[in-house]
């Protein structure tokens, strides 16, 4: 039996540039994670500075890490109507990178 790999959305956030609405971070916040939740999603990692192990790592910059059943799921809770209002708050009150992750499936 093959079990489907969990995927997960890892978001880089940037803490320096231009001036971020706080107000509307928080909005986004709250739409996005409720959004989040109706797609089977969570998070598992939420605006954290990472320890850096190896290589460089902005002092700026924080982790998210949301994840989803499977990469369908992701992808449609990103194209989703109830992700579309926290989308457009989101261009306003944060600069990110967002990537998409699977995981490996798991052969049984």
Excluded: N
Aim: aromatic share 8%; glycine share 6%.
């Amino acid at each position: 039996m093959t079990r489907l790999a969990s995927c997960w959305h890892v978001c880089l956030r940037d803490l320096r540039g231009r001036e971020l609405d706080d107000e509307l971070a928080v909005r986004y916040r709250a739409l996005a994670e409720a959004s989040i939740r109706r797609y089977g999603g969570r998070y598992v990692v939420r605006g954290a500075a990472p320890e850096v192990l190896e290589g460089a790592w902005p002092a700026a910059q924080r982790v998210v890490v949301v994840e989803f059943p499977d990469a369908e799921r992701a992808k449609e809770w990103y194209a989703s109507a109830e992700y579309a209002e926290a989308l457009e708050i989101r261009q306003s009150a944060l600069e990110r990178r967002l990537l998409l992750v699977e995981g490996i499936s798991d052969s049984r």
